[in-house]
């Protein structure tokens, strides 16, 4: 019979070889998604959350740990998203089954620390878990459970080369001190086109502010980072930010394999320009950045649900590897 209880500090090694086991079944169904993972018991017993463990007499067979979380003022996020939710981690052993496991751990989890949760908007705190896009079963289960994919991280190996760009009157450069502004007004007008197609995206009225000092941020040192963008006659008609990071298993996620990637951050293009090549243009200028700083494979984020970003991506080559859902 299946039982649940907290975790506490005495069930560190079985929840470790727990998160191991999910790891090397992650990894052998994706052989991008990392091979092991360090877990420390602050890690199991967080201060503003709890840890649920389910069992079948002494076999752990799964475990979940609700910790609250909200993005701080200083996160380009915190304009976009101002509520505190729920992140849900997950593990579950080879032999369990999500559909009679999952429903038993988000009843334990979600309520408890919900209460505890708070908002920091008018909207309800909802929950947020990340499975690898490869887990047809869990994904089935999460989507019965009533959650929604929120993001998906996408990756693909940095191709030898590309086919030629489509022409395009613009000019593409890497940012100026001048852009700011431009490129600001632009990734406001891209979250308002996400917020129009994604329920859990709320603009706060901190967004034009969140977005100036994020741009000002992201033009960067023009080394581990570059902010690129597309002029027409003047005008900033579109952008890519994008970086160099490390994925090591010591980081919380550990979302690929360690080395270096090249992490596509924002991207946006001016509303009247889209579908016009410039998204495409950009792309190939990041795609030059990244070979020439011997980078192995790229990622990028894009919300399934947005209409335009998820042809994009995959029309470029990227493919899913981790979906992070949402519930209300
Ligand atoms: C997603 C986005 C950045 C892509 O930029 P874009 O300039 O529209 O992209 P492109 O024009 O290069 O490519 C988009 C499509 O137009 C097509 N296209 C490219 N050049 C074209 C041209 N000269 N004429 C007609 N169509 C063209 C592409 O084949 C592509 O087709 P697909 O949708 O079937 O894949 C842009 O649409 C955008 O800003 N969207 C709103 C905000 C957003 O979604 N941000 C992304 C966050 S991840």
Redesign the pocket.
Known sequence: MLTTRLASIADVPAVQALCQMQTARFHRADPRLPDQVILSSWWILPQDGACWLARADSTLLGMVVAEAEHWTVDSPFASVFPRRYLRLQLALADQADPAAILPLLLARAAPEQLMRAGSASSARPGLMVMTPACDAALSAVLTAEGFTPYHAIAHQPLPERLPPP???AACVRPAEWGDINAVAD?MV??WQ??AAHQPAIELSPLIREGCRRQASQLLGDGYNQLLLVAEYDGEII?FFAIGLSIQDPLTRPALFLRGQYGDIY??????D???????????HAAWRWFSDRGVGAMF????PT?P??S?????LGFVDAWINWWRP
């Open positions: 489509p022409p395009v632009l007008e891209s086109f996400h579109g924002e991207v946006g293009v001016r509303g320009w889209r579908g016009r090549g410039i998204g495409t243009a950009l792309y990028v984020n894009y919300a947005n335009l970003s042809r994009f991506w995959p029309g």
